[in-house]
């Protein structure tokens, strides 16, 4: 019994451990797209994909956190994650400040992310 939870402790940690790294990830890769399509396309469509970068961060949050609250009881992930990109839709609808193609481009920017946690993961 003790080892067992020991086990679930150590998988635990393991997961926040995996969840920090992936926001960071997904933060530096936010900041490294934003600078580039600043400097080559211009600040409105770089403040575009920060705001879907930020979206995206936030749903990855969102999803580890629901994902955190699985256990036996629960049978399935939470939806709630799911209104953040129905939040930048409609965002990037009612203001023309926002564009949508940057702005969701920029949430799926915790892809790459992802890949990349992943290859860094494999190598270490």
């Not at 003790?2 to 960071?24: K, M, T």
């Not at 936030?58 to 994902?67: G, I």
Request: aromatic share 8%; proline share 3%; net charge positive.
């Amino acid at each position: 019994m003790i080892d067992s939870a020991r086990h679930f402790r150590r998988r635990l940690e393991d997961f926040y451990r995996l969840q920090r790294s992936l926001l960071l990830s997904t933060v530096l890769v936010s900041v490294i797209t934003v600078s580039i399509v600043a400097i080559t396309i211009n600040l409105s469509v770089a403040c575009s994909v920060l705001v879907g970068a930020s979206a995206g961060l936030l749903y990855v949050r969102l999803l580890a956190r629901s994902v955190a609250r699985l256990s036996e009881q629960s049978r399935g992930l939470g939806r709630f994650q799911l209104v953040v990109p129905t939040l930048l839709v409609v965002g990037a609808a009612k203001f023309p400040q926002l564009d949508l193609l940057p702005a969701f481009l920029g949430f799926l920017l915790y892809k790459p992310a992802l890949i990349l946690q992943q290859v860094y993961d494999r190598w270490s």
